[in-house]
Structures are given as C-alpha cells and as structure tokens.
C-alpha cells in the first residue's frame, strides 16, 4: 500500500459549475479545434483544485472530428497542439490530478466488419496520443469494453483479442478492459485478461448486474486489481442503480379510450392519473432498470464495498448522473456515516468542504443529463 490516499474521480460534465464546458462542441463548419477543448480543461482544473477533486475523465470528444474519415482538415490537430497538451498535462502532474479517457461505445475492437474495427484503433490511438503528449504516466488510461456478441460468445471473446494485438504499442500501453452489464462479465473479461494480459476495470454495478457464473466479489476485485501492472495503482467504477419509478409517455389507443367509457376500464399499465375517454397522451408508471446509473451514490452501499475491500488499493470513478455533485455529496456523507472509510480517501483543501455543502444546499440548475462515458 502506498502512502497516498485513494482517489475518487467523475466524468467529463462539471455540473457544479455552471458555464465550464468540457469540450469544443462546434460543428465542423465552425472550425472546432482540440486547442479551445484545451483552454476549457484549463478552467475545469481550476474548478477540480478548488473543490479537492483528484481525478477526473476527460471527455472522448476532446479532439473534435480528429478522426473523421471524411474531413481529413481535422486529422491533424492532436500534432498541431503539442504545446498546449505538454503544458496542461505539467500542470496536471504538478498538481497529481490523474486523467482518463473512456472511448464511446462506437469503439469496438471485436466487431466483425474490419473496417469498423480498423476505425475503433484510429480512435484509441488518438486518443493515446494526447495522454502521451500531454506527458501522463501509466495512470492515464483508455477505459473499453468487449464489445458485441454478434451471436457467438467464445468467438467475440477471442475476436476482442485479435483487435487488441493489432494496436499500436502506445495504445496497448494504455488501454484497460472493463466488465459490463448485458454482455460481458467479470469472468468473460478475466478469461481475456489470462490470455493477453489487458488490465482490467472492476464495475461494481455492472458486476451486479451481469455474474452469471456467481463470482464472489472480493475476491473477483482481486483478481482484477491484480492484472495491473506492478507499481501502478489500477482504478475501479463505482455507481448505484436508479430505484424511482420511471415514467414513460404513451399514446392512448382507441381501445383504451373505448374501454375508458365503460364503468369497468380494462386492466393495464399503472398510470399516473386515469385515462379518459378523451385522452390522447397517457403517462406510463413503471418498475427501474437496475443498470440505470442513480443520480447520487448511495453511501451506505459505497461504504459496505469499502470495508469488504479493505487492505485493497484502488482510486475510484464514480459514475453517477449529477457527476462532480455526487462525488462531494459523497464525500460529505462518508464523513458523517462511514468515517473509517472517508480517511482512506484524505481531505480536501481547506474550505472545499464548506464550499461543497453550500454548492449542494442552494442547488442547481435542472437540466436533462444522460449517461455518458465519453
């Protein structure tokens, strides 16, 4: 175990700050450039010292259209902002801030159609890249799943392979494969990890979700922490499932609004509200999916994997909607209920706790957030 507390990480979105983007979004007719992402991670740095935030994923969509096939004016720009990505990756290491990327779900190494395969390594290998330039070590890493099963579980398993050994080595330096919820389990990607060595991510949901083989947790994270290399302190991703009812909207058909005149309506869907006969819009109640992220993490959840954990070093990205808000939600609540497990993650800078809680008690502005990797 080293000296250095562990770290807790989110993903790309700032939501505590409103205004800080995490990436040049532009269309291409506006010229976006990796430059102007660049000056926004800049800010977000800022924001992350502020608040005490050690970790942090970087958005996949840093380097716009740098790898579009059809606009080749942008497949240089990663070159073009050397200079920008040494000085933000210096400041990022003088201030131990450890980066990531998660490519999207379009990257996938064991897809059957070579071209799309082919199109998956151009994307990791850009995104390789930057970590290079920007100078990161073996912390810094490319986070990817399996992929499909195109109906032949073995056969994909074994394809994921085939795609790993035709990255160049500054991507197989640096990529790491994750567990997932509805395909790949933590033995699928165990078997890969046994026959090519790829480090793993451990997805706490995801185990949960998908152990068809009934893999006891603790000792499956030790087998996955132990696929890192020796000195280099792997990573893991935590979040808690949605548990509130969702609510789906649905036209109301000509039988139900028939059925709706009668004194003796026809079973269905729970609603909210009844539907009338003249109903054309009707609001469907209906039970969570348990792959769903929460919006807050669940610290009573978090602090029973920590203790079952304990003795095991790993940071940890959490992987919850309100992103940057839940990790100081988290952070506050570990204080209060689970403080044996909040001193294995340090303290913040003076003051970013005050600062947290009144971020959080004012609250913030609403807005649709999805799950997002990237």
């Known amino acids: 175990m080293s000296d250095r507390p562990l770290r807790l990480g989110f993903p790309v979105k700032v939501m505590g700050r409103p205004g800080l983007k995490s990436n040049d979004t532009r269309r291409w007719r506006q010229n976006p450039h990796l430059r102007t992402s660049l000056e926004y991670l800049d800010a977000i740095f800022d924001y992350l010292v502020q608040m005490g935030i050690d ?17 080749p004016q942008f497949h240089d720009m990663v070159a073009e902002s050397d200079a920008e990505l040494a000085a933000l990756g210096r400041r ?55 992929g499909g099963v195109y109906g032949d579980r073995e056969e994909s398993r074994a394809r994921w392979i085939k795609g790993y050994e035709q990255c160049p080595d500054h991507v197989r330096r640096r990529l790491v494969l994750e567990n997932d919820d509805i395909r790949f389990s ?68 000509d039988k ?36 769903g992220h929460a919006d807050f993490t669940n610290p009573f959840e978090f602090a029973t994997f920590m203790r079952e954990a304990e003795g095991l070093e790993f940071d940890v990205m959490l992987e919850a909607k309100t992103k940057d808000l839940s990790l100081l939600r988290l ?36 807005e649709t957030v999805g799950d997002e990797d990237g």
């Not at 970790?55 to 606009?71: F, G, I, K, Q, V």
């Open 55 to 71: 970790m942090y994923r970087m958005s996949s969509d840093l380097a716009p259209y740098a790898t579009h096939p059809d606009m």
């Open 92 to 146: 990022a290491r003088e201030l131990d801030i450890r980066l990531s990327f998660h490519p999207s779900q379009f990257v996938l190494l064991n897809s059957p159609d070579p071209s799309l395969t082919a199109k998956s390594i151009w994307d990791l290998a850009s995104q390789a890249e930057m970590l290079d330039r920007m100078g990161m070590g073996p912390e810094g890493v490319l986070v990817t799943h399996v």
């Open 186 to 253: 933590a033995a699928d990607v165990l078997w890969i990890h046994e026959r090519c060595g790829v480090p793993l991510i451990f997805d706490y949901q995801h185990h949960w979700c998908l152990n068809p083989e009934g893999l006891a947790l603790r000792p499956t994270l030790e087998r996955v922490l132990r696929s890192w290399p020796e000195g280099v302190r792997p990573k893991i991703h935590f979040s808690s499932p949605r548990t509130e009812m969702r609510e789906i909207k649905r036209k109301v058909t």
């Open 256 to 291: 139900e609004r028939e059925a709706a005149k009668s004194a003796s309506p026809r079973k269905g869907a729970l609603t909210r509200g009844v539907v009338k006969p003249t109903s054309r819009i009707k609001t469907v109640l209906l039970p969570p999916v348990w792959t």
């Open 331 to 366: 952070r506050s609540d570990l204080s209060r209920y689970a403080p044996d497990v909040a001193a294995r993650f340090g303290a913040g800078p003076a003051g970013a706790a005050v600062l947290a809680e009144e971020m959080l008690d004012q609250g913030m502005e609403a």
